[in-house]
């Protein structure tokens, strides 16, 4: 049988071990103990890359902890607005939607638009339209309400500040759930999933859905989801940079993966961090900040959940 593995990330940034309470950190590791597990199972039982990273991603988007789905970060007017994206490696098919407003899982709307549209990427309005034609139910803000985020947007609500998610310190953390998967027909998929940053407005949107710069599969070369300060990811182009340095230079994945986030995105001062499988099931999970929430596992038995360095 051939190998198949799944990662897993929920955000990186300034996560300082001992800031957290053990509780907190407890609850943080069996979120992605579930999403792992849920998106392993499908891949051990035969399922596709594309179905395990939807699943493992709506999983993550389900538990407030995360800044994506329920999760998610007020916006400078007390709103949500969310991002999302999907790439099958297999067929280079891709659906992204941003700026999406009462959805509960963004990825499986990202999904439809891959699987169900004529179309890439929907946004605002016009992607709120095709999801009700789509049939899903539009949640109440109460559902995507968190006394946490709240307080954090207070903290900054009359500024011309914006804030990445988690933050010990102003401009210290990142949200973002994603998860990358090979299957036991080495087919890669990636799913990228946000509410952006605290106190966003003007319509701001990410990496997060945005194909080659947040999100990004190809089975020639990888799959690739990122978190991190948005701006220099799409600048960095980075999701699709990791894949160039495999396919034009002869990069391993974890060559490829590190000399981005370790060199060219700091070159250009962006933090954050990425995860990545190849179509031989490798995974490479490396971030330039403090901390980043991760967990994969192989079919060889490995399994790791970490939140540290
Ligand atoms: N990359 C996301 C964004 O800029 C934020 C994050 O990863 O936390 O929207």
Not at 170 to 194: E, I, L, M, P, R
Not at 248 to 255: A, D, N, P, S, V
Request: glycine share 12%; with cysteine.
């Amino acid at each position: 049988m051939k190998k198949f593995s799944i990662a897993i990330h929920g955000g990186a940034g300034t996560l300082v071990k001992g800031l957290m309470t053990s509780e907190l950190e407890a609850q943080y590791k069996n979120a992605l103990k579930q999403a792992l597990h849920l998106g392993y199972e499908l891949l051990r039982t035969g399922g596709s890359a594309v179905d395990a990273v939807e699943i493992a991603v709506k999983s993550l988007e389900d538990t407030p902890l995360f800044n994506a789905g329920k999760g998610s970060v007020f916006t400078a007017e007390g709103t949500h607005e969310m991002d999302a994206s999907i790439m099958d490696g297999q067929t280079l098919n891709a659906g992204s939607v941003s700026l999406v407003t009462g959805i509960k899982n963004p990825i499986a709307l990202a999904r439809d638009v891959m699987d169900k549209s004529y179309h890439v990427f929907l946004a605002g309005e016009g992607a709120m339209q095709f999801a009700k034609g789509q049939g899903y139910t539009i949640e109440s803000p109460e559902y995507f309400y968190d006394e946490v985020r709240y307080q954090q947007w207070q903290g900054i609500k009359d500024s011309e500040t914006f804030q990445l998610d988690h933050s010990v310190k102003k401009d210290g953390k990142f949200g973002t759930v994603g998860a990358v998967a090979c299957d036991q027909d080495g087919n890669v998929a990636a799913a990228t999933s946000t509410g952006g940053m605290t106190n966003k407005k003007w319509g701001r949107v990410g990496d997060s859905p945005m194909v080659g710069a947040g999100n990004y599969a190809n089975n020639k070369t990888c799959a690739v989801s990122c978190t991190g300060s948005g701006e220099f990811f799409i600048r960095g182009v980075v999701a699709y940079d990791v894949s160039c340095l495999i396919e034009h230079k002869g990069m391993t994945l974890q060559e490829a993966s590190e000399e981005v986030i370790h060199k060219r995105i700091l070159d250009i001062k962006g933090d954050g961090g990425l995860i990545a499988v190849d179509a031989q099931g490798h995974i490479a999970m490396p971030f330039n900040t403090e901390g980043m929430y991760r967990a994969c596992k192989t079919s060889e038995g490995e399994e790791i959940i970490a939140i540290y360095k």
